[in-house]
T-cell receptor, first 115, second 114 residues
């Protein structure tokens, strides 16, 4: 089954404790992306990756890191989480973004709480 | 800066009523336009998309959207909503010129009363 998986699904942590949220897709997609969803703000893109070793900032990259060492995986790293990073995080993937072929497939989400 | 605006934040309709959700974007170049839906407790899924051609596009579950270039709009419509359409709807723009950002609107929560 074609899917995007994220782990963990729920995470409660404390300020400053480094964490990684994993994302994996089995569709051989080139493009992968991370979003955070906050009430009233919709989804905001954190980082995206066009392919292995190619990443770029979205609209809200501060406080986050990503890496793309393998095509299928795109982990999100919070080196020193803060309470304002409490949010619902989604990973997504798509084919290479050419006009007309750019719809994204989303993972189930990771609900992160930073206390 | 590029942005996507959804002016209806909450909409409540009775079953069989018609639906129109507004979406406007600010970007002068070629855009890929999307509507996604998020049912309660589920992740986002694609409703429909537009890149070129017929500006009236049809998607799943009886939804359609009209692209009006002069108004920078991509409004979502459904002639007759059902209780199962209760969800949050997001308009999005995918950029493919100079940047590959994907920009979402703030979403519209639709509640359909049975």
């Amino acid at each position: 089954e074609a899917q995007v998986t994220q782990n963990p699904r729920y995470l409660i942590t404390v300020t400053g404790k480094k964490l990684t949220v994993t994302c994996s897709q089995n569709m051989n997609h080139e493009y992968m992306s991370w979003y955070r969803q906050d009430p009233g703000l919709g989804l905001r893109q954190i980082y995206y990756s066009m392919n292995v070793e190619v990443t770029d900032k979205g609209d809200v990259p501060e406080g986050y890191k990503v890496s793309r060492k393998e095509k299928r995986n795109f982990p999100l790293i919070l080196e020193s989480p803060s309470p304002n990073q409490t949010s619902l995080y989604f990973c997504a993937s798509s084919l290479i973004p050419t006009p007309g072929s750019y719809e994204q497939y989303f993972g189930p989400g990771t609900r992160l709480t930073v206390t | 800066a590029q942005s996507v605006s959804q002016h209806n934040h909450h909409v409540i309709l009775s079953e069989a009523a018609s639906l129109e959700l507004g979406c406007n974007y600010s970007y002068g170049g070629t855009v890929n336009l999307f509507w996604y839906v998020q049912y309660p407790g589920q992740h986002l899924q694609l409703l429909l998309k537009y890149f070129s051609g017929d500006p009236l596009v049809k998607g799943i579950k009886g939804f359609e959207a009209e692209f009006i270039k002069s108004k920078f709009s991509f409004n979502l419509r459904k002639p007759s909503v059902q209780w199962s359409d209760t969800a949050e709807y997001f308009c999005a723009v995918g950029l493919t010129s100079g940047t590959y950002k994907y920009i979402f609107g703030t979403g519209t929560r639709l509640k359909v009363l049975a």
